[in-house]
């Protein structure tokens, strides 16, 4: 079991290793508090764009499905008349100015998971560590948008939201400790906090916090050309691959959660856990692998033509948002005429 795996395994549970790092959680603890007090009394900045603000986040760290839950968000607020654009700090890339990406942008530029939410959705995206700065360049880029999605910005209190969704996976709050003996970025509240929405990528609810369940479910997959192309994923492709022997390659901070729902639509395959945000700067299988599935956040970063004879096979993952969770996240926004 590799280091990271190994700690995001103490942070279920508080055993010898969270209690060796309870300390520094103590110190982390006293940090935070004071940013936010600092907050609160108005010494640091707090900026409201011309538009409405959505922040999409989480408290503990890893993969908690906020990437999908912002691109569900799109197809939501589009649906209510919305034209909607998302910030991101854009994680991993390999540059530090605000940029607007465009479909070409590579992922070392744009961050694989920015990257992915503009293709998925075609929505306008800023990637920048200052999410004050992406969303002005952002509105300034593209006059049309009138709501801001803000990807994993729970933590960025800088810029001013309507309203947040808060994302919990399966894990909830771990063993309820801070950054480094437990998973939490900020203590967990004991109630929702103001306008904001509790949304579970879990089968049940993880915490006591009152919320939503999302639908998730495999879309299908579709080859690695074609969804470069902009074609859908079919379940009918999926099925074809039952009974192969397939590789799962995921570059994922819980990439377990793949390799389930791949054997659960009835596939025979390899795992190959990769670390989180993998820049695929080498191709991690044997050239002579037949059959690959990787995930769409890996595939930002894999180009067909330097696939060689492996067929490489994308598997998309759908998030479908309740209408109780609609109706209470739209009560934060204003009201839009439908085109």
């Not at 994922?252 to 695929?280: C, K, N, T």
Request: hydrophobic share 45%; proline share 8%; charged share 15%.
């Amino acid at each position: 079991m590799s280091a990271a795996l190994r700690l995001q395994a103490a942070w279920l549970r508080r055993g010898w290793l969270a209690w060796l790092l309870l300390p520094l959680s103590l110190l982390y603890r006293t940090a935070v508090l004071l940013r936010t007090a600092c907050f609160s009394l108005g010494l640091i900045p707090v900026t409201r764009l011309p538009v409405p603000v959505v922040v999409v986040g989480n408290f503990v760290v890893g993969g908690a499905g906020k990437t999908p839950t912002a691109i569900a968000l799109v197809h939501l607020l589009r649906a209510r008349g919305f034209t909607p654009g998302i910030v991101s700090r854009g994680y991993g890339r390999q540059s530090g100015e605000t940029a607007i990406l465009e479909r070409g942008t590579p992922a070392r530029l744009a961050g694989d998971e920015a990257l992915l939410m503009h293709l998925r959705t075609q929505a306008p995206v800023a990637v920048g560590a200052d999410r004050v700065a992406a969303g002005l360049a952002l509105l300034q880029a593209h006059t049309s948008v009138n709501v801001v999605i803000s990807d994993d910005g729970l933590q960025h209190r800088q810029l001013a939201r309507n309203a947040q969704v808060i994302v919990f996976d399966e894990r909830g709050c771990g063993n309820g400790w801070l950054l480094p003996a437990g998973p939490l970025r900020e203590p967990a509240p004991r109630t929702v906090p103001p306008r904001s929405v509790v949304l579970y990528n879990a089968p049940t609810p993880s915490t006591a916090l009152q919320g939503h369940l999302a639908s998730r479910r495999l879309g299908g997959v579709v080859a690695l050309p074609d969804w470069w192309a902009g074609r859908p994923a079919t379940p009918e492709l999926l099925a074809e691959l039952q009974g192969r022997s397939v590789l799962a390659a995921a570059g994922l901070a819980r990439p377990q959660r793949f390799f389930e729902m791949l054997r659960a639509q009835g596939l025979l395959i390899s795992e190959l856990a990769l670390s989180d945000h993998h820049d695929f700067a080498v191709l991690p299988w044997p050239a002579d692998t037949p059959d690959v599935v990787v995930t769409e956040k890996d595939a930002v970063k894999l180009r067909p033509e330097d696939m060689g004879a492996t067929r490489v096979w994308v598997a998309t993952l759908d998030f479908e948002l309740s209408v109780a969770f609609a109706s209470e996240l739209m009560q934060w926004l204003p009201t839009t005429d439908h085109p």
